[in-house]
């Protein structure tokens, strides 16, 4: 399945190392090409697989950081998430403060769990074990990051305007971090196997809208602030890369030893 996407890449670096002035720096510097070679290859998850995970994660985690560092010292974002936070406290009313409250327990630890559950039950049933580890790491990598990351900022929650009472720390926002974690890599299987699957753009459109939902839930109930919810987005979308990358290299790993078979 992400077979496809990575040789189509990887023919295409096989092409660009055919080119004249590639072949004679390759015959003065053949270890350095042919090390920069090995890493655009998809022969294993050391490949191009690998490549594009440290690109990805050290892009994500340099955005991450950075937001991180202007929640704590600039006071210009802070200034927007009181904005913001206050804007949806006065547009809040009773009726749609209860629909949404209710809607937010999804995010919560017991909703995670019992999507994730159903979720792996589903994967296991269908023989496909990979993907149920991918999805793992994705969910409880996200989980553990978060307890970390919450504990390290001790950024306090929005004062005097949230709808209920919560006692961890605020950033990043956990329900949007675990959202992404569990709901958006559900989403990105799905889409692998949309061929298979009965209304998979459906799927794909609801798993979207529940994410930014999730998020906006957060800041309207105010008990997350803009930047917070960004933060568990980022994080969230982190563990996702890694668990992709984790289900490239057992899928890589099964197919070769198909073959040697």
Same mark, same amino acid.
């Given at each position: 399945?992400?077979? *496809? ?9 096989? &092409? $660009? ?13 053949? *270890?350095?090409?042919? @090390? $920069? ?23 994500? @985690? ?15 974002? *802070? ?46 049933? &269908? ?23 919450? !504990? ?17 720390? #605020?950033?990043?926002?956990? +329900?949007?971090?675990? #959202? ?5 890599? $559900? ?11 009965? !209304? !998979? ?15 906006? #839930? ?5 008990? +997350?602030? $803009?930047?917070?919810? !960004? ?31």
């Amino acid at each position: 399945m992400f077979k *496809k996407p990575f040789t189509l890449i990887s023919s295409q670096v096989d &092409k $660009l190392f055919e080119l004249p002035m590639i072949k004679e720096l390759e015959r003065k510097h053949p *270890k350095f090409v042919g @090390f $920069l070679h090995d890493r655009l290859g998809v022969q294993g998850f050391f490949g191009l697989p690998f490549t594009t995970l440290l690109i990805a994660v050290f892009v994500n @985690f340099a955005v991450l950081s950075e937001l991180s560092e202007h929640i704590v010292n600039s006071p210009g974002m *802070k200034a927007v998430d009181t904005s913001v936070t206050m804007f949806f406290f006065n547009l809040r009313t009773d009726l749609l403060s209860s629909a949404i409250y209710y809607f937010t327990q999804l995010g919560s630890v017991y909703g995670v769990g019992f999507t994730f559950v159903t979720a792996m039950g589903v994967l296991l049933l &269908k023989g496909k074990w990979h993907h149920g580890v991918a999805l793992l790491v994705s969910v409880l990598g996200s989980g553990i990051s978060i307890y970390f990351t919450k !504990a390290y900022f001790h950024r306090e929650r929005p004062m005097d305007v949230g709808y209920y009472d919560l006692s961890s720390f #605020s950033f990043p926002s956990g +329900h949007a971090a675990g #959202s992404v974690a569990l709901v958006g890599m $559900l989403c990105i299987l799905i889409y692998q196997e949309r061929d298979q699957i009965k !209304a !998979a753009s459906a799927w794909l459109w609801l798993g979207l809208l529940y994410i930014l939902l999730i998020g906006f #839930s957060r800041i309207y109930l105010g008990v +997350h602030f $803009l930047t917070d919810v !960004a933060g568990g987005y980022l994080l969230g979308s982190l563990w996702v890369m890694v668990a992709l990358s984790l289900l490239e290299f057992l899928l890589l790993h099964q197919r070769r030893n198909r073959h040697s078979v």
